[in-house]
Structures are given as structure tokens and as C-alpha cells.
């Protein structure tokens, strides 16, 4: 009788433990880099961010030019805030903005392209 108390004790530590975990695998932090100049290019790309749904933080670094961003993976994904900032204007290794996007940033903004992949 002792030992089965046990039992359940352990186990409903170990229900809530994972259930804790569960909770915060959603939410995730990555770095990714952005290809930007300035400060400008910062509040550009990081401005559709203020307001998502699903996205904590997006945050980058004008020297590393290394984009941080804080979301809840069960509502939004990595590679769909890649192409919302790809949308700004601004490449990241997966998603060339489209040209149209980059001749509307300011002459200023107007960073040195990576060189387009072959296949796009
Ligand atoms: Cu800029």
C-alpha cells in the first residue's frame, strides 16, 4: 500500500514536469543573419514583428547583423518570419526579398545583395 502511495507520487511529478516542458517548447528563440546597413534598415525589418501574433521579440544587430527573434513555434514558423522580413526588403540565406521590395528601401538602406542562388 506504502509502495503504490509512492508510485503515485512519482508519477504525478513526473505528469507535471513534462507538462511544464511541453509548455515551453513551443516557444522558441533563433538567430538568423539579415542583410541590412543601418538603423533605418533595423526598424524596417523589425516593424511587422511589433504586432504579430505568435512573435515575442525580433531584435537585430546592427554590427553582427544577426536578427533575434523570440515566437511561439505552434503559431508561427521560422521560415514564415523569414519571409515576412524577405516581404520588407531585406535577404536572409533562405528567402531573396523580391527586387521590388529591395528598390523601395531607402538609398541609404540599399545593402550589397548576396549573390542570388542559381536555381531562383
Ligand atoms: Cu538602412
Redesign the pocket.
Known amino acids: 500500500m506504502k509502495t503504490l502511495k509512492i508510485f503515485g507520487i512519482i508519477g504525478l511529478v513526473i505528469f507535471t514536469t513534462t507538462r511544464l516542458f511541453a509548455q515551453e517548447e513551443t516557444l522558441k528563440k533563433e538567430s538568423f543573419k539579415v542583410w541590412?546597413?543601418?538603423?533605418?534598415?533595423k526598424a524596417?525589418m523589425e516593424k511587422p514583428f511589433k504586432k504579430m501574433d505568435g512573435v515575442k521579440s525580433a531584435k537585430w544587430n546592427v554590427a553582427s547583423k544577426k536578427m533575434t527573434v523570440k515566437f511561439d513555434a505552434s503559431k508561427i514558423s521560422l521560415d514564415d518570419i523569414k519571409k515576412t522580413i524577405a516581404s520588407v526588403g531585406y535577404d536572409t540565406e533562405e528567402f531573396r526579398a523580391p527586387d521590388e521590395a529591395y528598390s523601395k528601401?531607402?538609398g541609404?538602406?540599399q545593402?550589397d545583395r548576396p549573390a542570388a542562388k542559381a536555381a531562383n
Not at 36 to 41: I, T
Open positions: 541590412g546597413n543601418c538603423e533605418m534598415c524596417t528601401l531607402h541609404c538602406c545593402y
